[in-house]
């Protein structure tokens, strides 16, 4: 009986250099390698640093809210922000303003004997005020109040503030219509507090006048 051909086993034999899979396999797993280290180092080149978490105005009052932390890559010079390795300064002051989103610089932030401005409220036309939030900046003019029919004719305007920076907007009152006020507190520089109280207290006539660059509508 005729015995059948037996087939022969193969040797697996050992990957050589000259093998094409092999010589791709080794370069993604190179590559692979060299974009992860790219990453890490990338991400490591962040730092923390505090951001204003809402407009913040000169002379406010820095409080747990003020700030939030963001990690951010900064380019090279670049140091002159607040880092948030380090608590947020609560209690201190705001030197000077800051919009919402933005970093903040080391400069923005220093003591009460550093501040020159005082927060002063003011009640004027609604419709003056229509539009301003907490950052804007209006120029403030007083109309004196007239005592007699012909005073009211040669009352003079005189603008006694300029870019006064607007830290709280309250509810208006006193009904619809032209008669409406609302009630403003902004930050006056101190040499121009009291001419501007003795103003409110003589019930002059208070206009704001939005600066060039106020904020509008919508701010926090």
Same mark, same amino acid.
């Given at each position: ?79 002159? /922000? ?74 003079? $305007? ?23 006020? $609302?009630?403003?507190?902004? /930050? ?33």
């Amino acid at each position: 009986m005729t015995e059948l051909a037996r087939p022969s086993a193969k040797r697996l034999q050992r990957p050589s250099w000259r093998d094409s899979r092999l010589v791709v396999g080794v370069l993604l797993v190179i590559l692979a390698a060299t974009l992860g280290a790219k990453a890490v180092a990338s991400a490591d080149d962040r730092v923390p640093v505090w951001v204003a978490a809402t407009n913040l105005v000169a002379g406010d009052t820095v409080d747990a809210g003020s700030f939030v932390r963001a990690d951010v890559r900064l380019a090279d010079g670049m140091n002159a /922000y607040l880092g948030a390795d380090a608590p947020a300064p609560t209690g201190s002051f705001m030197l000077r303003d800051v919009r919402a989103g933005e970093m903040v610089p080391t400069s923005a932030v220093g003591g009460a004997d550093e501040v020159d401005v005082q927060r002063v409220t003011v009640r004027a036309d609604a419709m003056s005020t229509s539009g301003l939030t907490r950052g804007s900046r209006v120029d403030v003019f007083v109309t004196p109040k007239a005592t007699t029919t012909g005073d009211q004719a040669s009352a003079s $305007t005189t603008r006694v503030l300029r870019s006064a920076a607007v830290a709280n907007v309250l509810t208006s009152s006193g009904g619809f219509g032209a008669g409406s006020m $609302t009630s403003v507190q902004i /930050y006056v520089p101190a040499d121009k507090v009291q001419p501007l109280v003795e103003a409110v207290d003589a019930e002059s006539k208070l206009t704001l006048v939005p600066s060039v660059g106020a904020v509008s509508g919508g701010g926090a």
